[in-house]
């Protein structure tokens, strides 16, 4: 197999592994959103939730939310390395 051939294997695998990634992660997010659409309709169903439970809460979804986007943005970046090294 040529340099050539081998190269564009490659970048087809990365191609391949990216769409995978994005096509799972896609997926997990809204999944994740209906969870969250889901908690929420029970959270609002709950008598006498305190308004410091909620925030609670609210903080440790918005804390997931970041650290999902922190992680896509990481893998990202992977993928972005990863091509300029295939390039050479």
Not at 9 to 16: E, S, T, V
Not at 32 to 47: H, R, S, W
Not at 66 to 85: A, H, L, M, P, S
């Amino acid at each position: 197999m040529d340099s050539m051939n081998q190269k564009q294997l490659f970048r087809q695998m990365i191609d391949f592994n990216q769409a995978t990634f994005n096509n799972s992660f896609k997926s997990m997010v809204l999944l994740q959103d209906q969870f969250e659409k889901a908690g929420n309709t029970a959270l609002d169903q709950i008598p006498g939730l305190p308004a410091e439970g909620r925030k609670a809460i609210e903080n440790l979804v918005e804390a997931f939310k970041e650290g999902r986007t922190n992680f896509k943005q990481q893998i990202d970046n992977v993928f972005e390395q990863t091509e300029k090294f295939s390039v050479i």
